[in-house]
């Protein structure tokens, strides 16, 4: 008798080349993702040690981080991004790699464009020089972000030293309310286990909540993984799964398609493998969730109050104490109300095409509130075109939003899109730490788009279920 496995464990084993003496696994990555940001340095590494890239064809490159969001007319006005991109095109265009540029209609947010190109892909190991690489295991694989000297071994290998992580299985049963999204279900595993709670785990996203996800929303879920601690965590691949890839790019065609799907199909968990560790949700318990603090675990319901100290247990006190400062919030008022002067549509965590247009349902009719500022920023060219094809572009314009081009935007200050002084922002990003948006006293509100656009029409955190009278789920 066979031993029921896990996936995690088999692309582990399969993946692994050897164990170093310090009981590390050398691990093959079938996939290399790079963006502008942490790759110059590693690039000039090998140069140093007169290395070439290994594997170019196993290397995809995009521009996201630096991009300004309103022009794409090249030179960019800070001479600092220029030399950025600049350097990105001088290294893929030595070392042969594929650069998804802003004039090949495919650029995008780095966790956009491995799925739309059907580079991601079951039972594969993917690496980037990026935290939010975990979004790629929605399709079944592994794939966790590295720092820029092991983006230089990969470049280097094609392989990693890694050290195998435990396997906790997060399963969520039964159906969401009207109103909450995945964003909602990540916010309230994150709330519930921590921000450390993952730390040392990779999460196995399981049960029939995640089954009837569509690709996107999953994608939501595992994007926000390394938000709770755990580097990767993924979803086992099924017909949903494959209906996406299918004739995407790079996905496999012809008779390779059939014999991918075949191995695709295999290398999900099988039932009675072993867990470190199991969490048992239900679907019917997550709310419309927000943040209220300084990182994304500070989350309540929409229809709590904020926290006060004292409500806090003693070790966590300090960090509240400190969030409750900087937030600018009342300790025990309701989150609902608190006024909102910028509204965030944007990011790796939601701005796919589901997601824009689940928000124009709503939109149409509606006006942004005149003291918010909004901006809708697709997350990839292929987003921006398809919305626009769809005529979601217009629905977002008449409401007030501006409608820009794709790039990481408001999400992290490394771009013209920043927030000024302590403007409060109801984003549908992945992060609240402070000065993340670009300001030191800026402040971030993480929520859903749905969310999102709720505050920015009416100026304030609201429960959007309410306000667009949302009576049924629709499936995103
Ligand atoms: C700039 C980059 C290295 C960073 C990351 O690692 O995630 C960014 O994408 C982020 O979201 O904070
Ligand atoms: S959109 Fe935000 S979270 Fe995603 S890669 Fe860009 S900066 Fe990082």
Same mark, same amino acid.
């Given at each position: 008798m066979t031993l029921a496995r896990s996936l995690f464990d088999k692309i582990w084993e399969s993946h692994t080349a050897s164990i170093l003496r310090n009981g590390q696994a050398q691990l093959f990555i079938d996939s290399h993702l790079i963006h502008e940001v942490t790759t110059p340095q590693a690039f000039g590494m090998l140069r140093d040690f007169d290395l070439p890239v290994l594997m170019p064809e196993r290397t995809f490159a995009t521009v996201d981080h630096i991009v300004p969001t309103d022009t794409r007319v090249g030179p960019f006005?800070?001479?600092?991004?220029?030399? !950025?991109?600049?350097e990105l095109r001088a290294n893929c265009s030595s070392s042969n790699i594929v650069f998804f540029d802003l004039d090949s209609g495919r650029q995008g947010i780095v966790h956009m464009i491995g799925p739309e190109?059907?580079?991601?892909?079951?039972?594969?190991?993917?690496?980037?020089?990026?935290?939010?690489?975990?979004?790629?295991?929605?399709?079944?694989?592994?794939?966790?972000?590295?720092? $820029?000297?092991q983006v230089r071994d990969v470049?280097?290998?094609?392989?990693?030293? !890694?050290?195998?992580?435990?396997?906790?299985?997060?399963?969520?049963?039964?159906?969401?309310?009207?109103?909450?999204?995945?964003?909602? @279900?990540?916010?309230?595993?994150?709330?519930?286990?921590?921000?450390?709670?993952?730390?040392?785990?990779?999460?196995?996203?399981?049960?029939?909540?995640?089954?009837?996800?569509? %690709?996107?929303?999953? !994608? $939501?879920?595992?994007?926000?993984?390394?938000?709770?601690?755990?580097?990767?965590?993924?979803?086992?691949?099924?017909?949903?799964?494959f209906a996406y890839l299918h004739g995407r790019p790079f996905a496999p065609a012809g008779a390779d398609w059939d014999a991918a799907v075949q191995r695709w199909k295999a290398v999900a968990s099988e039932p009675g493998c072993h867990y470190d560790d199991v969490v048992v949700m239900d679907a019917a318990d997550v709310?419309?969730?927000?943040?209220?603090?300084?990182n994304p675990g500070q989350a309540i319901a929409v229809t709590e109050e904020i926290p006060t100290i004292e409500s806090c247990a003693e070790l966590d006190r300090a960090s509240v104490a400190e969030a409750l400062a900087h937030m600018k919030l009342k300790p025990g008022a309701p989150i609902a109300g608190t006024p909102v002067n910028?509204?965030?549509?944007?990011?790796? $965590?939601?701005?796919? @095409?589901?997601?824009f247009a689940e928000v124009a349902k709503y939109l149409v009719g509606?006006? @942004?509130h005149p003291s918010v500022h909004a901006i809708a920023v697709p997350g990839s060219q292929l987003v921006k075109r398809e919305c626009e094809k769809l005529g979601i572009d217009r629905i977002f314009k008449e409401a007030g939003f501006e409608w820009r081009h794709p790039g990481c935007s408001m999400c992290l200050g490394m771009n013209p899109d920043k927030l000024v002084g302590d403007q409060l922002c109801a984003s549908t990003s992945n992060r609240n730490f402070i000065g993340r948006q670009g300001s030191q006293s800026g402040r971030t509100v993480l929520m859903?788009? @749905? %969310?999102?656009?709720?505050?920015?029409?009416?100026?304030?955190?609201?429960?959007?279920?309410?306000?667009?009278?949302?009576?049924?789920?629709?499936?995103?």
């Open positions: 006005s800070d001479p600092l991004a220029e030399q !950025m991109i600049q190109q059907g580079i991601t892909q079951p039972g594969t190991t993917i690496a980037c020089g990026d935290s939010h690489t975990s979004t790629h295991g929605a399709f079944g694989a592994i794939a966790f972000g590295i720092g $820029t000297s470049l280097a290998t094609q392989t990693l030293a !890694m050290t195998k992580p435990k396997l906790r299985r997060i399963e969520v049963n039964g159906r969401l309310g009207p109103g909450v999204y995945a964003k909602d @279900v990540i916010l309230h595993i994150i709330r519930k286990l921590g921000v450390k709670g993952g730390v040392g785990y990779a999460y196995e996203y399981a049960g029939d909540l995640f089954e009837r996800m569509s %690709m996107e929303e999953r !994608m $939501t879920v595992c994007n926000m993984t390394i938000e709770g601690g755990a580097r990767c965590g993924y979803v086992n691949p099924d017909e949903t799964t709310p419309p969730t927000v943040t209220w603090g300084i910028v509204a965030f549509f944007g990011s790796c $965590t939601n701005a796919r @095409v589901s997601d509606h006006k @942004v859903s788009p @749905v %969310m999102v656009a709720a505050a920015a029409i009416t100026g304030a955190v609201t429960d959007a279920r309410e306000f667009f009278n949302i009576k049924n789920r629709t499936e995103v």
